[in-house]
């Protein structure tokens, strides 16, 4: 069983570990990267124990969209006019 449930916007990013994470009762830190969130993971572990956290958050914010190459959907594409 979890020991929380946690919005991802009450997470902090940590750019030393890659990932983002939330202060554990035993002093360390719940971690959960970024391409854990991509593959749909939602659980947060802490290191130095035994405790996890479960992270509410929207996959789709960390899904990888490969069907728009690159492009951004806000931004429309410069079309040539001839």
């Known amino acids: 069983m979890s020991y929380d449930d946690v919005e991802i916007?009450?997470?902090?990013?940590?750019?030393e570990l890659q990932a983002y994470t939330y202060p554990c009762p035993?002093?360390?830190?719940?971690q959960i990267t970024k391409e854990d969130l991509?593959?749909?993971?939602?659980?947060?572990?802490c290191p130095?124990?035994?405790?996890y956290i479960t992270v509410i958050y929207?996959?789709?914010?960390?899904?990888?969209?490969?069907?728009n190459n690159g492009l951004d959907p806000q931004k429309g594409?410069?079309?040539a006019v001839a």
């Open 9 to 15: 916007e009450d997470m902090h990013w940590n750019e």
């Open 26 to 30: 035993c002093g360390d830190l719940f």
């Open 38 to 45: 991509k593959l749909g993971e939602e659980i947060a572990r």
């Open 48 to 51: 130095s124990c035994s405790l």
């Open 58 to 67: 929207n996959a789709e914010d960390f899904a990888d969209n490969k069907s």
């Open 77 to 79: 594409q410069a079309v």
